[in-house]
């Protein structure tokens, strides 16, 4: 029934996992320069276009399953983290505790959803 929400979900989390992988990289090499129209954009666009058609799975799933512990807000601001996550993951001055921050409350949230979505049938 929520096939659709339960795949892209695991997409987002593949790629915040591929970002703060990236991150590490661009962290740990000292002339990494940052390509913004090869690289970044077309990353970020990709992720986006996921992110936005997984908000609306999401936001469908809880208003019409009333899930515990998650709400419409939470969404939101998942949405909001994915999209920062994926620029920054690219660049050295990021801030490395507060994107492991943004990552960490992405995954809670996109765990919550694999967690209780197969639950609800």
Known sequence: MYTELLA????IKDLCE???NRLEVVKKSESYEVDFYNEVKPFVDTTM?????WRELALDWIKKEFPKNLHPNQIDATHENIQHISIQGFYQ???VK???NMYE???YVLDN????V???K
């Open 18 to 20: 591929e970002s703060i």
């Open 105 to 107: 409350s992405i995954l």
């Open 98 to 100: 507060r994107y492991k």
């Open 118 to 120: 197969p639950t609800l």
């Open 49 to 53: 276009e996921l992110a936005d058609s």
């Open 113 to 116: 959803i694999l967690e209780k």
């Open 8 to 11: 892209k979900t695991n997409m």
């Open 93 to 95: 001055d990021t801030k």
